[in-house]
């Protein structure tokens, strides 16, 4: 067994998969991975790369979370905000935190998101809870270190760009007379998409060199993509007609059944501090509409990622390409036939279980 071994609170989430291949890839590592489920088909995913302990159980459960902590010489915990809400979130990623420092865990990497409240100058029109939920919390932990011998670093990431061609997620596209269409709101605006397997190198990245990453936030991206850009580099790669169709807000969340509900499926709806799915994500498309050319409100250091990683995806061109490439090994159709025939897989662990699930 390798001597470091890595407890992963999210690990048969969407980022979770690729960030254990990546820490499995040559031994240099073995998991201890927190899930409800130890026989889903996400987790036997997880048990067919090797050396993979399962403590079944729930980040909000202190035993559960010292069961897994105990033992370990690093974790990688990313917690679901979009189960428990964001008032639940920042309670269990203190309690998750102070656990690790508890159970001398030496290295901890949190998956983090944009806290885009406070890089807009505390706008109200840029709340969104489980980004906020995250960002404050990454903050905080980066304040705590020095105050004992755990190392720190922070894995920032955004919008999947997966989710562009999944099924049932917020940026799903579909088929027009003909033409594979995204209707969003992002007017003029770009999305700073990250491809999850560059999530594999990155955290890897983050484990192997302590030395430079304690006390560091990466953000990471692929780039900057407005979605005329998106609709034009599908068009390209697959030949089929693309466009993109900036959309009024109040019309996109009009054609969402869910959008009255709460953003976390699990957080109470009555109490004041829960957002609707609605005012979430309200928060979260007026972020990127104010954040094209990475001058806005979210940037990117494009540099230091060509640097840590220079491998990576660096176009929405380039990763559907990628996409095209995987979908013909695995004998599967082309990406157009996926979206025409409404056959896409679903990337995000929320759309597989639909919404459902206990803490």
């Not at 202190?62 to 897994?68: H, V």
């Not at 799903?172 to 397997?197: E, F, I, K, Q």
């Not at 869910?258 to 957080?267: F, L, T, V």
């Not at 104010?290 to 929405?316: C, F, M, Q, W």
Request: glycine share 10%.
């Amino acid at each position: 067994m390798s001597s470091r071994r890595i407890f992963v609170v999210g690990a048969t989430g969407a980022q979770g998969l690729p960030v254990c291949r990546g820490l499995m890839k040559d031994g240099s590592y073995s998991l201890r991975v927190l899930t409800r489920n130890p026989k889903s088909s996400r987790a036997r995913q997880l048990a067919d790369l090797g050396d993979v302990e399962f403590v079944e159980g729930t980040f909000a459960n202190e035993d559960d979370l010292r069961k897994g902590f105990s033992g370990c010489w690093g974790a990688f915990v990313n917690i679901d905000g979009f189960n428990c809400g964001e008032k639940t979130e920042t309670y269990w990623t203190i309690r998750a935190y102070e656990l690790a420092i508890e159970t001398g865990i030496k290295f901890f990497v949190f998956g983090n998101l944009d806290y885009v409240y406070k890089k807009s100058g505390y706008d109200p029109k840029f709340r969104c809870g489980h980004y906020d939920g995250k960002g404050r919390m990454a903050e905080w932990m980066l304040g705590q270190r020095g105050d004992s011998d755990m190392g720190v670093s922070i894995f920032t990431t955004g919008p999947y760009i997966e989710m562009t061609v999944s099924s049932k997620t917020i940026m799903t596209p579909r088929v027009l007379d003909g033409v594979v269409t995204w209707m969003v709101p992002l007017g003029d605006g770009a999305v700073p998409h990250v491809s999850l397997d560059d999530c594999e190198h990155y955290v890897r990245w983050l484990f192997d060199h302590p030395e430079r990453s304690d006390g560091m936030n990466l953000e990471v991206a692929i780039d900057h993509i407005p979605y005329a850009d998106l609709a034009a580099a599908f068009q390209k790669v697959t030949g089929k007609p693309a466009q993109y169709i900036d959309t009024p807000m109040s019309s996109y969340f009009d054609h969402l059944p869910i959008s009255h509900e709460p953003a976390g499926y699990n957080a109470d709806p009555n109490d004041p501090a829960t957002m609707t799915f609605r005012e979430n994500f309200t928060g979260f498309w007026t972020m990127w509409r104010n954040s094209g050319g990475n001058k806005g409100v979210i940037k990117r250091d494009y540099a230091l990622l060509d640097e840590i990683h220079p491998n990576r995806i660096r176009t929405a061109e380039d990763f559907f390409r990628r996409e095209e490439e995987k979908r013909r090994s695995l004998g599967l159709g082309n990406l157009f036939e996926a979206i025409q025939s409404h056959s896409l897989n679903s990337i995000l662990k929320l759309g597989e279980d639909g919404r459902k699930g206990k803490l």
